[in-house]
């Protein structure tokens, strides 16, 4: 090629070369002004690159004041005395980069867990060896055996193979009221005190009277409905059905039947035509039938029975309730039968039963809807009860309640932790129900907590593994020598009625120990054997909620454990309500961390971080909660999962009660904190984002005005701030109804 006569001369000086770094994402002011500190940190002396070390960051991570760690490119793992031994703590969001030996450019960012967490506030009580109370929903120990209550000897019998020898306190009470008299009559007792059978026992021995010798010659399914029962759950109304019918195996010319939501309306109708005595229902469902079953016949009805008032007041059921309760008001009763059989053993009015753990105002209104001078009835109460009639109702003596106070960040490390401690104790805990604030959370946690590599289900979920393959799975993480198989199951109310009842049969019949994690849709009414512990994940919506959930264990004298999981601050007031009901003891989570990670993990995925033997509990919570978020950074779908956990369980948070918000104050979240509960590294856009953005953008602003205007714009900038904070929370309570599937 001929020369041109171009001449280039460039002139590079002995010094090697300095790439030129681009900077992405973040704000363009965010990306000027790290691009000035690094062309300051190239020309200028040494002493500079400290100063302008934020230049070097990502804009996602900044660090926070006190902050003096600036070099991450060989990092490596210390001791927790020689990290006490700094001066600064690294922050939370401080991304600690491992050095790539292969040199792929892939950066491994450490999560610290330990520093910058918001401090406790109350003191912690000393752990003592609890001795459980006399219980006080146990069958009474001074009476005989129901035979005792004048009901029918068959009916013992069928108690009897059901290992119920005893009336509770309540059941002495109810019982002998309904099978003499006809008056309304409001229930009242504690979860798990008997209240189901208190109802049912002298309804069915009343009927049974109509039968004379018992030979079933003249009351047939035929003969027209007798009771009806409305439940708040399809779950609740499910298990009376079941109990039902255990009670009326010994006479099979009695039938009964369930109708509930999710169900098919045409067998519902077809089984009601035919004829049944019991009917067992949901309020809509019931109100549908109502409208649009001709064959429903309500004029031999004698009892209505209203299961949980408050919740089926919580619940929205008022329309419906209403809807049932003047049909039945203006539809006239039958003395006899079609065929002539005289109804005259049966009550002579229509007898309303509201069944109540608590005395709220809805409750209160329902009574007025439903009862008529009705007699009120409850279990024998202390002299403190006495005192405050107007408590919430307690939870039972021998229920056993502990609360741990977790910062955000550890909180998933920290369930895992206990998790494990708890089912390495072989024949402590059988099974155990956690409760979540939504329907997301429940999803993301039985996908992070289950084993992929596990697909074979548990011998008792076979027979119905099409429904309950993606609700059952074998649990990894917490296995142990002493339980070297748990089952983990999951259920909510956003899936349909035959998978949550075959979940739930799945759970009650399982052998090995077993972990149910759900929202309040199971915290109702719900009687599952071998219950040993609640873990109370997420604070209960309100305190009454908070009791019934609780009740799931501890049940009819049977000693139980509950622990409830709170946050530093605010949330550290609940407490105080706690103590309204059995004191409880707190524990500490750097305790439950010990414990949990003394043994070794089985993790269920190999990952570049695992906790390894000769780690402290500190280092190896660090390395669970990292392999945790690699896990996610892998799986797209649990990802995605994480994201809406994380959105949904903000907007849950906004839907606690009026009267107990002032413990659960949204504003005083820390949403990156919060992520890292959830496996994420930041938070998701779309919650939170919008404050920060204006926030920073009016305290730009107010910064370039003049020195004599700082104070006053602070404030302004402050109060302003807060008022962004308040208005995007009554926007997230007004548009979370249907997030939480609590019915």
Known sequence: MADDGMLLNFELGSGPLKPQVKFKG?????????????????????????????????????????????????????SREERSGQNSSRN??????????????????????????????????KEEQWTAPKPTNAPLSDVANFGSLTISSRLVDSLTKMNLERPTAIQQKVIPHLLTNSSDVFVQAETGSGKTFSYLLPILHRVLMLSGNGDGKQIHRDCGIFAIIVSPTRELAKQTHTVLEQLIRPFPWLVSTAITGGESKKAEKARIRKGVNFLVATPGRLADHIDNTKALNLGTVRWLILDEGD????????????????????????????????????????VTVLCSATMKMNVQKLGEMSLADATFLAAEKSEDDKMNEDMVHKAPAQLHQTYIVVPSKLRLVTLTSYLKSVFSRRGRTMKAIIFMSCADSVDFHYEILRDPKETD?????????ELVEKTVSKAA?????????????????????????????????????????????????????????????DPAFSFADHIHRVGRTARAGRAGDAMLFLLPGSEEGYIELLKSSTPPSSQSYENVLKTGLMSKLELPVETSAAPTDGQSYHDKAESLQLHFEQRL????????????????HIRAYATHIREERVHFDITQIHLGHIAKSFGLRDPPGGIGAGIDRKAKR???????????KEDMSSAVDEKSSMDIIKKKSMMLMSSAADEFNIG
């Open 311 to 350: 919740r089926l007041m919580d619940l929205g059921f008022e329309e419906d309730l209403k809807k049932a309760i003047d049909v039945l008001k203006r539809i006239s009763i039958v003395q006899s039968t079609e065929k002539g059989t005289s109804l005259e053993a049966l009550p002579e009015r229509r």
């Open 26 to 78: 973040g704000s363009w002011r965010e990306r000027k002004r790290a691009e000035r500190g690094a062309r300051q940190a190239q020309s200028g002396p040494a002493a500079d690159k400290v100063h302008n070390d934020d230049a070097f960051r990502s804009s996602k991570r900044q660090r926070l004041d006190g902050d003096a760690s600036g070099n991450y490119s060989s990092y490596k793992p210390t």
């Open 633 to 648: 950074l892998d799986d797209t779908k649990r990802l995605e999962l994480a994201r809406n956990g994380f959105k949904s």
């Open 92 to 125: 939370d969001t401080t991304g600690a980069h491992k050095s790539n030996p292969a040199g792929k450019g892939n950066r491994q960012i450490i999560s610290r867990l330990f520093s910058f967490n918001p401090t406790q506030t109350t003191e912690e009580t």
């Open 477 to 537: 993480y917490m296995t142990s020598p002493a339980s070297p198989e748990v089952i983990l199951h999951r259920m909510h109310g956003s899936l349909s009625q035959p998978v949550r009842t075959a979940t739930l049969r799945s759970f009650s019949a399982c052998k090995s120990p077993s972990l149910l994690i759900t929202t309040d849709v199971s915290s109702r009414g719900l009687d599952i054997p071998s219950v040993d512990l609640v873990i109370e994940y």
């Open 457 to 465: 289900l548990p011998v008792t979920a076979q027979k119905e593994r």
């Open 698 to 708: 009016k305290g730009a602003a107010k910064g370039r005005q003049s020195s004599s």
